[in-house]
């Protein structure tokens, strides 16, 4: 089992090499730059002064000197400052991660908490209206994209009940209330999109595992029915929903980026997605590299839950 | 297996519902759903006539109260606090409230009108000019303080600070061209500024007025190195929390110079980019003041807020329009540039994208030149839908069968990408000119339109903060001004926008200006676009918010909201 996790560790090494060197050089392709950006609004300063600046933040050297550098910072543990705000990165990941990981974690358990009753139900009573109605709303969740639903969500919670969550975040530990509030609706709209993958996954694989021997063994043995389905079909079911529940933490990032900007969250999206379009190098890639190291993660994560679920899996 | 057994089949039979059921179903939920989604839409579609909303707002004759907070939903979220590297509106929806400039424009409760242009002094007392106008001399008003915040510590603010200041602008950053203007100052007492300038110019206070040229103080800028942390002023707040993506907390300044103001205690603006999760602020409460763009969206707030104050704003210039590479053909032929101009019907943009509350389309403010707002007869014979003629001049200039050109664009508002098809469907249809449309990214289009090196079109801008005639003259139309963005070459207009900063005279003033923008049209220099008119919406229990002609409230003009007051 150790063995098997360093090993797995090894690989992600260049899996992380490589994406940095995309990340790096993706950033570098694209025109404009992070000064010219900042620089925008006003648009009245001349080429020196820029070229000035490009050299203070060390923007003018090879770019193999500047791959280099940001590796070490990288390795070291401090990725540097933001060339847009001139923040530590570190200080703004600090701010940002803790958002989109309560959103993503509350969007998860309500996908979970309603996909998997659903898709239970879905299967247990095939073709009846349940059944049907289970998979209207699976269909919706995978077709309705976040940014329609979260407008829609906000715009008619402001009409119909004259109410939407607070604007302006705050921690979970300075108004628990006032936080959950925040978060609520957003997590629904994007744990919506995750059940409705989960919830098609554990109908179809309940359905093949209904069908084994073992559970025909069960239903002649008497058992009551909650027992066949949950403790005999339901764990053994569950085996390629978790991999599309780990898979789905990727999708779970890109809807954060969305989500948090309609419902005003200061989450890792919105940081992404700002430094991007104003080529704040440093926080690009920083913020590429803890996603592409998350998901690594999360991968390994996943494999060494199958153990878990089925006890004939055994990693040498 | 449950499927299977006999009850589950009894019940599945009872409950069976066949595909064409289900089908049937949907179908008519499906009709329902679009009844109820068309019927929504129908009733934001019933769009009044504009005029129905003043675009004036009286302050109001009630004495004003103390106390409350004011809260907007806001689109800008300042990139750095530090006014020499930004012209952002991020940072001016706020930084005109903690923080002073020499001389301002007048608040709404100070007003005749919204085309009130009379300067008042803010730090300055008085000023007064030399006879050749190269000296400017400002006396300060005596017994201003620097906030109670470290390192000030509440200090009187001095001559010295303003000079200071404006040094630190002319050094480096976004405001050079302005400030480098300057040939030197002097302080003669600890209350009097003594501005030297290279050439004369007449306009240099409007210049001090812009809502970018606030004192800041010295002593943060020595400690730190520079102003993205701090902002401490003498304006009528504090900056008490500034939150990136979150929110920006202003306090009231009790040492504020204008006693008893301002009266609203806190004003929270919140970090809300989403259009739809602003409105829905406002509409619930948690937000006291927004922009709409169109007559549609504000009658569908009416019907959930029916008690809102709207003040129909009415812009006074257009900030954006087809910038030509007129440095090199074709664009270089003005009568390629009158053909492209009349091939495209302005009028048609206006009724169709802004719903028939916009403008024409012209860069210098027309409250310079002329009392009404000019429609798109009065802009000249080229800003006219000929097409006809259009056709005629581009044969005349050589290229009958049209040509192919590029346009590149940022998407700034999403009214911006219909017009930029428009203009792309009527060059063709008029004069067979293929335009090849690139949509970019803001830094990358940004980066490209600067530079001045493209060919082709482009969807260009003057920058939206400034409103003096001066910045809109003479640095936006000069040869040799680095903000000349539009590549204008025009010795005509070089001479007439010098000829202006020398004349003293307000009626020479506004005939010169005459005279710059009848050539900035006969020769198509900036081919303007029209642009939204927009209207600014209010919670009823906000009082003296209304905007003037120059600026909006809720933005670059944001130190009106030291005299607004709520009325709960």
Same mark, same amino acid.
């Given at each position: 089992?150790?063995?098997?996790?360093?090993?797995?560790?090894?690989?992600?090494?260049?899996?992380?090499?490589?994406?940095?060197?995309?990340?790096?050089?993706?950033?570098?392709?694209?025109?404009?730059?992070?000064?010219? =950006?900042?620089?925008?609004?006003?648009?009245?300063?001349?080429?020196? /002064? &820029? $070229?000035? *600046?490009?050299?203070? #933040? !060390? +923007?003018?050297?090879?770019?193999?000197?500047?791959?280099?550098?940001?590796?070490?910072?990288?390795?070291?543990?401090?990725?540097?400052?933001?060339?847009?705000?001139?923040?530590?990165? =570190?200080?703004?990941?600090?701010?940002?991660?803790?958002?989109?990981? /309560? &959103? $993503?974690? *509350?969007?998860?358990? #309500? !996908? +979970?908490?309603?996909?998997?009753?659903?898709?239970?139900?879905?299967?247990?009573?095939?073709?009846?209206?349940?059944?049907?109605?289970?998979?209207?709303?699976?269909?919706?969740?995978?077709?309705?994209?976040?940014?329609?639903?979260?407008?829609?969500?906000?715009?008619? $919670?402001?009409?119909?009940?004259?109410?939407?969550?607070?604007?302006?975040?705050?921690?979970?530990?300075?108004?628990?209330?006032?936080?959950?509030?925040?978060?609520?609706?957003?997590?629904?709209?994007?744990?919506?999109?995750?059940?409705?993958?989960?919830?098609?996954?554990?109908?179809?694989?309940?359905?093949?595992?209904?069908?084994?021997?073992?559970?025909?063994?069960?239903?002649?043995?008497?058992?009551?029915?909650?027992?066949?389905?949950?403790?005999?079909?339901?764990?053994?079911?569950?085996?390629?929903?978790?991999?599309?529940?780990?898979?789905?933490?990727?999708?779970?990032?890109?809807?954060?980026?969305?989500?948090?900007?309609?419902?005003?969250?200061?989450?890792?999206?919105?940081?992404?997605?700002?430094?991007?379009?104003?080529?704040?190098?440093?926080?690009?890639?920083?913020?590429?590299?803890?996603?592409?190291?998350?998901?690594?993660?999360?991968?390994?994560?996943?494999?060494?839950?199958?153990?878990?679920?089925?006890?004939?899996?055994?990693?040498? | 297996?449950?499927?299977?057994?006999?009850?589950?089949?009894?019940?599945?039979?009872?409950?069976?519902?066949?595909?064409?059921?289900?089908?049937?179903?949907?179908?008519?939920?499906?009709?329902?759903?679009?009844?109820?989604?068309?019927?929504?839409?129908?009733?934001?579609?019933?769009?009044?006539?504009?005029?129905?909303?003043?675009?004036?707002?009286?302050?109001?004759?009630?004495?004003?109260?103390?106390?409350?907070?004011?809260?907007?939903?806001?689109?800008?979220?300042?990139?750095?606090?530090?006014?020499?590297?930004?012209?952002?509106?991020?940072?001016?929806?706020?930084?005109?409230?903690?923080?002073?400039?020499?001389?301002?424009?007048?608040?709404?409760?100070?007003?005749?009108?919204?085309?009130?242009?009379?300067?008042?002094?803010?730090?300055?007392?008085?000023?007064?000019?030399?006879?050749?106008?190269?000296?400017?001399?400002?006396?300060?008003?005596?017994?201003?303080?620097?906030?109670?915040?470290?390192?000030?510590?509440?200090?009187?603010?001095?001559?010295?600070?303003?000079?200071?200041?404006?040094?630190?602008?002319?050094?480096?950053?976004?405001?050079?061209?302005?400030?480098?203007?300057?040939?030197?100052?002097?302080?003669?007492?600890?209350?009097?500024?003594?501005?030297?300038?290279?050439?004369?110019?007449?306009?240099?206070?409007?210049?001090?007025?812009?809502?970018?040229?606030?004192?800041?103080?010295?002593?943060?800028?020595?400690?730190?190195?520079?102003?993205?942390?701090?902002?401490?002023?003498?304006?009528?707040?504090?900056?008490?929390?500034?939150?990136?993506?979150?929110?920006?907390?202003?306090?009231?300044?009790?040492?504020?110079?204008?006693?008893?103001?301002?009266?609203?205690?806190?004003?929270?603006?919140?970090?809300?980019?989403?259009?739809?999760?602003?409105?829905?602020?406002?509409?619930?409460?948690?937000?006291?003041?927004?922009?709409?763009?169109?007559?549609?969206?504000?009658?569908?707030?009416?019907?959930?807020?029916?008690?809102?104050?709207?003040?129909?704003?009415?812009?006074?210039?257009?900030?954006?329009?087809?910038?030509?590479?007129?440095?090199?053909?074709?664009?270089?032929?003005?009568?390629?540039?009158?053909?492209?101009?009349?091939?495209?019907?302005?009028?048609?943009?206006?009724?169709?994208?802004?719903?028939?509350?916009?403008?024409?389309?012209?860069?210098?403010?027309?409250?310079?030149?002329?009392?009404?707002?000019?429609?798109?007869?009065?802009?000249?014979?080229?800003?006219?839908?000929?097409?006809?003629?259009?056709?005629?001049?581009?044969?005349?200039?050589?290229?009958?069968?049209?040509?192919?050109?590029?346009?590149?664009?940022?998407?700034?508002?999403?009214?911006?990408?219909?017009?930029?098809?428009?203009?792309?469907?009527?060059?063709?249809?008029?004069?067979?000119?293929?335009?090849?449309?690139?949509?970019?990214?803001?830094?990358?289009?940004?980066?490209?339109?600067?530079?001045?090196?493209?060919?082709?079109?482009?969807?260009?801008?003057?920058?939206?903060?400034?409103?003096?005639?001066?910045?809109?003259?003479?640095?936006?139309?000069?040869?040799?001004?680095?903000?000349?963005?539009?590549?204008?070459?025009?010795?005509?207009?070089?001479?007439?926008?010098?000829?202006?900063?020398?004349?003293?005279?307000?009626?020479?003033?506004?005939?010169?200006?005459?005279?710059?923008?009848?050539?900035?049209?006969?020769?198509?220099?900036?081919?303007?676009?029209?642009?939204?008119?927009?209207?600014?919406?209010?919670?009823?229990?906000?009082?003296?918010?209304?905007?003037?002609?120059?600026?909006?409230?809720?933005?670059?003009?944001?130190?009106?909201?030291?005299?607004?007051?709520?009325?709960?």
């Amino acid at each position: 089992m150790y063995k098997y996790v360093i090993r797995r560790l090894l690989f992600a090494l260049p899996v992380l090499l490589l994406s940095s060197l995309i990340v790096f050089g993706l950033m570098r392709v694209m025109p404009g730059d992070a000064l010219v =950006a900042l620089m925008g609004e006003s648009g009245n300063v001349g080429q020196r /002064e &820029l $070229a000035k *600046l490009r050299k203070d #933040l !060390g +923007l003018d050297r090879p770019y193999h000197e500047q791959y280099l550098i940001w590796v070490w910072q990288m390795v070291s543990l401090n990725p540097g400052d933001s060339i847009f705000t001139n923040e530590p990165i =570190a200080v703004a990941l600090k701010k940002s991660i803790p958002v989109t990981l /309560e &959103l $993503a974690t *509350l969007a998860m358990v #309500l !996908g +979970l908490v309603i996909a998997i009753p659903i898709g239970v139900l879905s299967a247990t009573r095939q073709d009846t209206p349940s059944d049907y109605v289970g998979r209207v709303v699976a269909v919706s969740g995978l077709s309705l994209p976040d940014f329609w639903l979260g407008t829609l969500v906000i715009t008619f $919670a402001a009409i119909w009940f004259h109410w939407i969550p607070p604007i302006g975040y705050v921690t979970f530990w300075e108004s628990p209330w006032r936080n959950l509030q925040q978060f609520l609706l957003p997590a629904a709209v994007l744990g919506f999109r995750l059940s409705a993958a989960t919830m098609r996954m554990t109908r179809s694989t309940l359905l093949e595992v209904l069908r084994e021997d073992y559970v025909r063994t069960a239903w002649a043995k008497g058992l009551e029915g909650r027992i066949v389905v949950y403790k005999h079909a339901l764990k053994n079911a569950l085996i390629p929903v978790v991999t599309i529940v780990g898979g789905q933490m990727a999708t779970l990032l890109a809807g954060a980026v969305v989500v948090e900007t309609i419902f005003a969250l200061p989450g890792m999206g919105r940081l992404t997605v700002e430094a991007i379009l104003f080529r704040d190098y440093p926080v690009v890639q920083t913020n590429v590299m803890l996603v592409a190291a998350t998901l690594v993660t999360l991968n390994l994560l996943v494999d060494l839950t199958y153990a878990w679920l089925d006890p004939r899996i055994r990693y040498g | 297996m449950p499927a299977d057994t006999p009850r589950r089949i009894a019940v599945r039979k009872r409950k069976h519902v066949n595909r064409r059921d289900f089908l049937r179903r949907v179908g008519w939920g499906g009709v329902g759903a679009t009844a109820l989604v068309v019927g929504a839409g129908r009733a934001g579609a019933a769009t009044p006539p504009a005029s129905t909303y003043p675009d004036w707002i009286p302050a109001s004759p009630k004495p004003p109260k103390r106390g409350g907070v004011l809260t907007r939903a806001s689109a800008w979220d300042p990139p750095v606090i530090d006014p020499r590297l930004t012209q952002s509106v991020g940072l001016f929806q706020f930084a005109g409230l903690t923080s002073n400039r020499l001389v301002r424009h007048p608040f709404s409760d100070e007003a005749a009108g919204p085309s009130d242009l009379t300067l008042k002094g803010d730090l300055a007392e008085s000023w007064t000019a030399s006879p050749d106008h190269r000296v400017w001399t400002f006396k300060l008003r005596q017994g201003v303080k620097w906030q109670r915040v470290p390192p000030l510590n509440g200090r009187d603010l001095v001559a010295a600070d303003v000079k200071y200041c404006f040094e630190a602008y002319a050094r480096e950053g976004v405001q050079a061209f302005t400030f480098q203007e300057i040939e030197g100052m002097e302080t003669p007492d600890k209350y009097t500024l003594r501005v030297h300038l290279h050439t004369s110019n007449v306009l240099f206070p409007q210049n001090l007025a812009e809502p970018v040229a606030v004192i800041f103080a010295r002593e943060v800028l020595e400690e730190d190195g520079d102003l993205k942390k701090r902002m401490p002023g003498t304006g009528p707040y504090i900056l008490k929390e500034h939150t990136r993506k979150v929110r920006v907390v202003l306090q009231r300044n009790p040492d504020y110079f204008d006693k008893g103001r301002p009266y609203v205690d806190e004003y929270v603006i919140l970090s809300t980019p989403d259009a739809a999760t602003r409105l829905a602020a406002f509409r619930t409460g948690q937000s006291d003041i927004i922009w709409l763009a169109s007559p549609s969206e504000v009658e569908t707030v009416r019907k959930t807020n029916p008690a809102i104050v709207v003040q129909s704003y009415h812009n006074t210039l257009a900030p954006f329009g087809l910038a030509l590479a007129q440095d090199r053909p074709p664009f270089n032929d003005v009568r390629v540039r009158r053909a492209v101009s009349m091939a495209i019907d302005r009028q048609r943009q206006v009724d169709t994208v802004y719903e028939g509350h916009g403008i024409a389309g012209w860069g210098v403010p027309y409250i310079y030149y002329q009392d009404k707002a000019p429609t798109v007869k009065d802009l000249g014979p080229w800003w006219q839908y000929r097409p006809e003629e259009a056709k005629r001049l581009l044969a005349e200039a050589g290229h009958p069968r049209g040509f192919e050109t590029t346009l590149f664009y940022y998407e700034y508002f999403p009214q911006m990408t219909s017009q930029v098809q428009l203009v792309q469907q009527e060059l063709k249809k008029n004069l067979n000119i293929d335009v090849k449309i690139t949509k970019l990214d803001y830094t990358t289009y940004y980066g490209r339109y600067v530079e001045g090196k493209w060919d082709g079109m482009s969807w260009g801008f003057q920058s939206g903060h400034a409103v003096g005639l001066d910045e809109r003259t003479y640095h936006y139309m000069h040869s040799k001004s680095t903000k000349n963005f539009f590549r204008v070459n025009d010795p005509v207009i070089d001479e007439l926008t010098t000829k202006l900063r020398q004349t003293p005279d307000r009626a020479e003033q506004r005939a010169l200006t005459r005279k710059i923008v009848d050539r900035e049209f006969d020769q198509v220099l900036r081919m303007w676009m029209p642009y939204d008119n927009g209207f600014l919406v209010f919670q009823p229990h906000m009082r003296n918010v209304a905007a003037g002609a120059l600026r909006r409230t809720d933005g670059y003009g944001s130190p009106t909201l030291a005299r607004s007051w709520i009325d709960k």
